[in-house]
């Protein structure tokens, strides 16, 4: 579980608003979009069809919730 502390919320909203950019809102796969935006923010590029560099977990779990809820209430 995400602690509230863990991540910045204003990034979480930032890379949340990042995605609805990208991917419109109600993307077909919420979980990769989620993780290709967490991917730019950290490595300054969005990731190849093969990348598999890391991203914070925290930070991609703290996106992909926020996406889900702004889904839901969207």
Do not use: F, Q
């Not at 991540?7 to 290709?36: A, F, I, Q």
């Amino acid at each position: 579980m995400v602690e509230a502390n863990s991540v910045n919320p204003g990034l979480v909203t930032k890379l949340v608003t990042r995605l609805h950019e990208l991917y419109g809102t109600s993307p077909s796969d919420l979980e990769r979009m989620c993780w290709s935006v967490v991917h730019e923010h950290h490595h300054d590029a969005m990731p190849s069809e093969y990348d598999i560099r890391e991203v914070d977990e925290d930070l991609y779990l703290a996106v992909l919730t926020e996406a889900r809820l702004n889904g839901e209430g969207g």
